[in-house]
């Protein structure tokens, strides 16, 4: 497995990733590299595509949320196996939002404010989950990975070609 970090203009992060069925060593193995990336770069979450996995994997580093409304970090990330996400209300919410593999780049993002999911952990047994606000807003984030779309993806066209400079710039630093 590969912990290097993949950047915008990778298709990897542009793949529908699939549906994890062996929930063995190998798969111990990318969740830990999924950990190490988190901890190296400071990150709320991580996805298998943006280190070169096209599975349907990703970490989250937060338990809680802090006093001033943004996620506190934990020292025991929590892992989701192909996960489904329902949305509970139509409640939206904008806040700008960053990602590793778009470094630099924080658009205002709408995401729906209540959600549920429905995932397995490392060893396959099933759980689910309802959350709202910040608690959410990573999840969404980081199961649109799994999708092929990236939160850039999610603003007008308008905002998006004020981005092409920067988006331009992280294509050519990271030629794949």
């Given at each position: 497995?590969?912990?290097?970090?993949?950047?915008?203009?990778?298709?990897?992060?542009?793949?529908?990733?699939?549906?994890?069925?062996?929930?063995?060593?190998?798969?111990?193995?990318?969740?830990?590299?999924?950990?190490?990336?988190?901890?190296?770069h400071?990150?709320?979450?991580?996805?298998?595509p943006q280190v070169g996995v096209p599975l349907r994997v990703f970490v989250?580093?937060?338990?809680?949320?802090?006093?001033?409304?943004?996620?506190?970090?934990?020292?025991?990330?929590?892992?989701y196996i192909n996960p489904k996400i329902t949305v509970l209300d139509d409640k939206l919410w904008l806040h700008s939002e960053g990602c590793l593999s778009v470094p630099g780049v924080?658009?205002?993002v709408e995401r729906p404010w209540k959600i549920r999911?429905?995932?397995q952990d490392i060893d396959g047994k099933t759980f689910v989950e309802e959350h709202e606000g910040?608690?959410?807003?990573?999840?969404?984030?980081?199961?649109?990975?799994?999708?092929?779309?990236?939160?850039?993806d999610r603003i007008s066209k308008r905002e998006r070609k004020e981005l092409d400079p920067a988006l331009k710039r992280?294509?050519?630093k990271h030629r794949q």
């Open positions: 497995m590969s912990k290097e970090l993949c950047y915008y203009g990778n298709p990897i992060l542009r793949t529908r990733c699939k549906e994890v069925t062996d929930f063995g060593g190998e798969l111990k193995q990318l969740v830990q590299d999924l950990i190490d990336v988190t901890n190296t400071s990150s709320y979450g991580i996805a298998a989250v580093t937060y338990d809680s949320i802090s006093d001033d409304g943004y996620p506190n970090g934990t020292a025991n990330p929590k892992v924080y658009p205002e999911i429905e995932a910040w608690m959410a807003r990573p999840l969404l984030h980081e199961n649109d990975h799994l999708n092929g779309v990236l939160h850039i992280i294509k050519k």
